[in-house]
C-alpha cells in the first residue's frame, strides 16, 4: 500500500515538474503571460492562463495546464480588430496577470478576449499595427 501512494507522488511531482519546465521553456523563449477567453462571459469565467508568443502573422498561445507541444490558440494578424479596451471587472483579476488590461478581438477565427499586461498590451498593439518586412502593402499597387 505504501508503495502505491509513493508511485502516485513520483508520477505527480513528475507532472508538475514537466509543467513547470515547459512554461520556463515557453518564457525564456520570448514569452509573455497571457489570458484568454473564447467568448464573452459577464461573471468573470471562462479565462484560461498561458504563454503567448509572436510567429511571423500569428500570435501562438499555449495554455499552462496543458501537456500539448503545439499551441491551443493561434490568432492570425490578418483580418483582426480590436472592438474594445477595458481594465478587467472584479471576478476576473483573480484569472489573468496582475496588472492586466483586456481587449477584446475579432477577426476570421472568431472572437476572443485577450488580457495581458500594460507593456506586453504595447507590444501586441505594435506586432498587429505593423507587418513584416516584404509584405505587400495593400493600398499599393
Known sequence: MTWIVGVVLVVTAGGLGLLAWRRLRLLRAGGVHVALRGRKDDSGRGWQLGVGRYRGDEFVWYRVLSVRSGPDKVIRRDGL?????????????????????????????????????????????????????????????
Open 81 to 141: 480588430e480590436i472592438d474594445a479596451r477595458r481594465e478587467p471587472t472584479g471576478p476576473e483579476t483573480y484569472s489573468m496577470p496582475l496588472g492586466s488590461m483586456v481587449i477584446s478581438c475579432h477577426g476570421p477565427d472568431g472572437t476572443v478576449e485577450i488580457a495581458m499586461g500594460v507593456d506586453a498590451m504595447t507590444g501586441f498593439l505594435s506586432w498587429l499595427e505593423s507587418s513584416p518586412p516584404g509584405s505587400a502593402i495593400p493600398w499599393a499597387s
